[in-house]
């Protein structure tokens, strides 16, 4: 974890390390969930998973090539999704797919 003008970076090493995959959706995704709410820090959490995005964020960004498709809170991204990745990236964290 490296700090930038206060805030902190986090990036789960599932990529590297496929056995972590649903690492943060156990108990200890809700010690990290708390800890980083306790620190009041802005963090920010890179992940290639939507649970993950959803359990962890207070806001969401959406890239879609390196670009921001959306940004905003889940309910935001959920409710009026801005594109069809949007619209998939939200199912995925649903259960269904991805």
């Known amino acids: 974890?490296?700090?930038?003008?206060?805030?902190?970076?986090?990036?789960?090493?599932?990529?590297?390390?496929?056995?972590?995959?649903?690492?943060?959706r156990d108990e200890r995704g809700a010690f990290l969930s708390g800890y980083l709410e306790a620190l009041a820090l802005p963090t920010i959490v890179v992940t290639h998973d939507a649970a993950d995005a959803r359990l962890l964020g207070q806001r969401v960004a959406v890239l879609e090539a390196g670009r921001v498709t959306q940004a905003?809170?889940?309910?935001?991204?959920?409710?009026?999704?801005?594109?069809r990745f949007v619209e998939e990236v939200v199912a995925s964290a649903r259960g269904g797919g991805g």
């Open 1 to 24: 974890m490296g700090a930038a003008g206060g805030a902190r970076f986090l990036r789960p090493a599932r990529r590297r390390h496929p056995a972590a995959a649903g690492l943060i």
């Open 72 to 83: 905003g809170t889940w309910e935001e991204l959920a409710a009026r999704p801005a594109s």
